[in-house]
Nanobody, 120 residues
Framework: QEQLVESGGGSVQPGGSLILSCSAF?????VAWFRQAPGKEREFVAA????????KYGDAAQGRFMISRANAKNTVYLRMESLEPEDTAVYYC????????????????WGQGTQVTVSS
């Protein structure tokens, strides 16, 4: 299983912002972010198709997070704003050629995860 590369996690105060990055996926892949908090199931956050035109957001991300991609850099970004303690989790990047599989949580390629901690 190929490994995606994530970066940008860290600690931030409530109301703060972070930008996560994901790279090392195929040019025609759709890419998604998931997160998993301690004791909770993995949760879909956002996804973007290979063209960068189609996007989908989970309920927690609506209005606060934005996913984008720079195909020239083979990188997908997740900009997170107005962060809350409930956003604390390990964030995982995933990539797959099949959009339906990907947003359903099934993907051929995953990253190792990056920790995001929101606390005062």
């Amino acid at each position: 299983q190929e490994q995606l590369v994530e970066s940008g996690g860290g600690s931030v105060q409530p109301g703060g912002s972070l930008i996560l990055s994901c790279s090392a996926f195929g040019r025609d892949s759709s890419v998604a972010w998931f997160r998993q908090a301690p004791g909770k199931e993995r949760e879909f956050v956002a996804a973007i198709d290979w063209s960068g035109v189609g996007t989908k957001y989970g309920d927690a991300a609506q209005g606060r997070f934005m996913i984008s991609r720079a195909n020239a850099k083979n990188t997908v970004y997740l900009r997170m704003e107005s962060l809350e303690p409930e956003d604390t989790a390990v964030y995982y990047c995933a990539a797959d050629f099949n959009w339906g599989r990907l947003v359903g949580g099934v993907a051929d390629f995953w990253g190792q995860g990056t920790q995001v901690t929101v606390s005062s």
